[in-house]
């Protein structure tokens, strides 16, 4: 294939997956290396600080529970403050997770291979955090289990009708859904690490959650199909639960809240913000574990193609927001608008706008999108303006259609210690992953490479390599 | 093996076949045309006739946009699969540029709907000192504005649809698989640029031409709903292009095989999905807030006999459809495909004659005028898409990543 476009500065097909010279080998050894080798000073002191912070967010929370709700911003109109908004940004932040591993992985993109795992780990960490919120904004926690309709004497019944009573059943679902695929995927891996293991810790510890896999063609067999189904079940899931979350807003009558191009803006907004996180994470931690031959700037120009095309839509979205509210003559939703973009929030409007629509343009460069630095600063914005936009949309609320009981809502102290705790326990979660468990999928990068082509001609001819996006459909 | 001129077929439209059809859209131009203007002109003697004059500026605004969808949709899938570097869809990329180049005849179309302008879109005359939420968006809803978007919207797709099939014919004779690729890069270039125009044009296309029929009512969501409609019926198109073109070999299997065949049902499938998801979201929030500001469009659609035709909707256009191509065995059965496709271009009709129709009839009440617009206009389209399937090579030939679409299944 090379000799198609030899002369070309850019080839017209995609380059390979992989990159440096690696063999099937070469890759175990880099991925497994980073779990076997000793531990390392760095990764103790991240460890430490990620967890003195989630300490933070464990302290904030006994005192939550102690003292009740009051502790927080919380007043009249704005009866939903920093928890709605921190619980809907998490859950966002999952969803690139899902995308990844379930949407990308029907749609065939092969490249999804090197960073579908880490970004798995990332949604179920991201789910965890975001399952905080709603549970400790009950005000009594010891009667959080009202939330699930179980069978009672008193005959008391969550309310049906409510989306939030649909999100804990769309959020519990997704998490159990994004934990098993996360599982299956891992168990070829974990007995590789089996097999490897020097200790009888690591030996006992891998060989039990690898289920006895032995690599037989039945075990892949059945493995495939379940991969599969577990695709196609979790493809839905990556719609509904922002879906569903974007229903606790626009149920309702409130103007602001209720329009209908909520479920898609939000699933859109979900991806954007999820695909950010995963840039957060993965610039600098292809960098300290040495994973650059499989995180390559080919992954990360894509990523930054789907933020330029999410944060667009999202864009869309607003745009449609506001052309409405105006065209519908409502002078409810007129105002709702008008008060979001020049009322006493504004300053957090022009920080969604700009974090979330202007920031990512600078994506429509190549040269902007390949390079790190400006990569990893732009996903800090876009995380940054998507918290911003549910701030934005749960402020909504601070001037409701009684003039009298208009307030301003201001955090607490303790509104800002639990939301950055709430990082400290992702961030302990992820970090004990990375040196854990294999933070790439070392299986199915191998079913990438060209060497996996049945008709690959062997390293003597690797020059064919170069094209492996096409190469198993040319080589007869 | 990996060379880019080892495509020998010679892609043409077989004369006999091109014949045939030929004389099928011209008689369906003329039966339909004339049976429809005569109609239509019918009405202008007054009398009971008069409503023989409305009637054909409603069925003519439902066949000239499921048609205008159509090409719509062709462009949005040339814009794709070069926005999205795709290859596997190479092969089916001539027909989409082909039902693009519909643009200026559709564009026609609508010229015969300026002469009863203010029968369909009834805020024409409305007077804004008398209807307060009119009066908010008057500048926007006003003869000479909408004009001028209709006239913007028409010109931006027909110049898009001619860039893209202009570098794809071009491209048809490049000596060397470098001077091919030269073509691909040119057109990937305005790809983004493209998508982003043609997304908000398709949006206020929409809220022009459909929303705008009932003046007072609004959704935020009303350009995804049309989107979601046109890419079900341009994949519903391009299965049933492929099946003619393959049949009259003009394109061997070889060619269009049936993995692509099965990627374009795949891709139906999913859309089908997406539909519902966006129509089913627009119509619940709706239904659960229950703002009489909104649910007035729903009310109207849910008495006096539309209520059957939002239930077979439902049906057909996503529990049907769902469970039927959700199974690969149909996917690949180029006979089962067909025939979903067919139906699902049917269902497109009807969605849309459920936006339109009731803002004439308050009661459901079929017309034979529905069937003449839709026999005339559809011949027409079919007469523009056969003169451009004639003109050049039905399969972008000398496209480098026509190799791997044509060796291509995902089983």
């Known amino acids: ?476 | 093996m990996g060379h880019a001129n080892t495509f020998n077929e010679d892609a043409k439209l077989p004369e006999a076949a091109a014949k045939r059809a030929q004389t099928i859209a011209l008689a369906c131009a003329v039966v339909g045309l004339g049976a429809s203007f005569g109609g239509g002109l019918l009405g202008l003697f007054g009398g009971d006739a008069k409503e023989l004059h409305h009637q054909f500026y409603f069925s003519w605004l439902t066949a000239f946009f499921f048609f205008t969808t159509l090409s719509l949709g062709g462009l949005f899938f040339t814009i794709l699969h070069h926005l999205v570097r795709a290859s596997w869809s190479t092969g089916l990329r001539r027909i989409a540029e082909n039902l693009a180049m519909n643009i200026p005849l559709m564009a026609a179309c609508a010229l015969v709907l300026s002469m009863g302008f203010g029968d369909v879109y009834h805020w024409t005359h409305i007077d804004p000192a008398k209807d307060p939420i009119f009066a908010v968006k008057e500048p926007y809803l006003n003869v000479g504005f909408f004009t001028i978007r209709a006239v913007v919207f028409f010109a931006l797709w027909a110049v898009l649809a001619f860039f893209f099939r202009k570098n794809s014919v071009a491209q048809d004779g490049a000596q060397s698989a470098e001077s091919a690729s030269a073509f691909n890069f040119k057109m990937r270039r305005l790809a983004p640029l493209s998508m982003l125009a043609f997304a908000l044009s398709l949006t206020f296309f929409s809220f022009d031409w459909l929303m705008s029929l009932d003046p007072h009512w609004f959704s935020t969501m009303f350009g995804v709903y049309v989107f979601a409609g046109t890419v079900v019926a341009l994949f519903a198109t391009l299965i049933l292009s492929v099946l003619w073109l393959t049949r009259n070999n003009a394109v061997s299997t070889d060619t269009l095989t049936i993995g692509v065949f099965h990627d374009a049902g795949k891709l139906m499938f999913g859309f089908t999905v997406f539909w519902t998801y966006i129509t089913f979201s627009q119509y619940y929030l709706i239904w659960y807030a229950n703002i009489p500001e909104e649910t007035g469009w729903f009310m109207h659609r849910a008495q006096g006999g539309w209520e059957h035709v939002g239930l077979l909707i439902a049906v057909g256009h996503f529990i049907l459809p769902f469970w039927t191509i959700m199974s690969r065995h149909v996917k690949r059965n180029r006979f089962m495909l067909g025939l979903v496709a067919g139906w699902m271009l049917f269902m497109h009709f009807v969605d849309l004659y459920f936006v339109i129709m009731p803002t004439h009839h308050h009661h459901l009440h079929l017309h034979w005028l529905d069937l003449t617009t839709f026999v005339g206009v559809g011949g027409v389209f079919l007469m523009g898409f056969l003169f451009w399937c004639k003109r050049d090579a039905l399969v972008a030939r000398k496209d480098p990543q026509l190799t791997a679409s044509t060796g291509y299944d995902n089983v």
């Not at chain 1, 998490?175 to 098993?180: D, W």
């Not at chain 1, 039990?208 to 196609?232: I, V």
């Not at chain 1, 840039?279 to 992954?299: C, M, N, Q, W, Y």
Request: with cysteine; proline share 5%; hydrophobic share 50%.
């Open chain 1, 1 to 476: 294939m090379s000799d198609t476009s030899p002369h070309n500065k850019e080839s017209i097909f995609p380059p390979p997956f992989v990159a440096g010279k690696h063999d099937f080998h070469s890759i175990t050894e880099a991925i497994c290396g980073v779990v076997e080798k000793p531990l390392n000073i760095n990764w103790i002191l991240a460890l430490g600080v990620a967890g003195t912070v989630m300490a933070m967010l464990f302290a904030s929370i006994g005192y939550l529970f102690w003292e009740g709700t009051g502790i927080w911003g919380l007043n009249n109109p704005v009866g939903w403050g920093w928890a709605i908004v921190n619980f809907v940004f998490w859950v966002g932040i999952g969803h690139a997770g899902t995308l990844i591993s379930a949407v990308l992985f029907l749609f065939r993109q092969k490249w999804r291979t090197a960073i579908n795992r880490f970004a798995e780990a990332m949604t179920i960490f991201a789910v965890i955090c975001a399952l905080v919120f709603p549970g400790i904004h009950v005000g009594r926690v010891w009667a959080a289990y009202w939330m699930l309709p179980i069978p009672n004497q008193m005959a008391m019944w969550p309310n049906f009708r409510s989306p939030l009573l649909w999100d804990v059943f769309a959020v519990s679902t997704y998490f159990t859904v994004s934990l098993l695929f996360w599982y299956v995927g891992l168990v070829p891996d974990l007995a590789t690490l089996r097999d490897r293991a020097k200790s009888k810790l690591a030996f006992w510890s891998y060989g039990l959650f690898s289920l006895g896999w032995r690599g037989a063609n039945r075990h892949w067999q059945n493995y495939e199909r379940a991969y599969m189904l577990l695709a196609a079940l979790a493809t839905p899931l990556v719609l509904s639960v922002h879906t569903i979350v974007s229903f606790d807003f626009a149920v309702s009558v409130l103007p602001g809240w209720h329009t209908t191009i909520f479920p898609p803006y939000f699933v859109a907004g979900a991806i954007f913000s999820g695909f950010a996180m995963v840039l957060t994470l993965a610039v600098p931690s292809r960098k300290l574990f040495g994973l650059e031959d499989f995180i390559t700037i080919r992954h990360i120009e894509n990523m930054n193609k789907i933020i330029l095309v999410t944060g667009t839509l999202v864009g869309y979205a607003y745009a449609m927001e506001f052309f409405i509210a105006w065209y519908s003559g409502s002078p409810y939703e007129g105002f709702a608008f008008i008060n979001r973009a020049f009322g006493p929030y504004w300053w957090a409007y022009l920080a969604m706008v700009s974090c979330n629509v202007i920031s990512p343009q600078f994506f429509w460069s190549k040269k902007m999108r390949t390079n790190l630095t400006v990569t990893f600063i732009l996903s800090i914005f876009v995380n940054i303006g998507m918290w911003f936009e549910r701030f934005v949309i749960t402020m909504t609320l601070h001037r409701d259609f009684l003039p009298s009981s208009w307030d301003y809502y201001a955090p607490t102290v303790y509104d800002m210690s639990t939301f950055l705790g709430s990082f400290g326990l992702f961030f302990t979660l992820f970090i004990l992953f990375l040196k854990f468990l294999p933070a790439v999928a070392i299986s199915e990068v191998k079913g990438v490479m060209p060497q996996a082509d049945p008709h690959w001609e062997g390293y003597a001819h690797a020059h064919h390599a170069v094209s492996n996006a096409v190469s198993n459909k040319e080589a007869h």
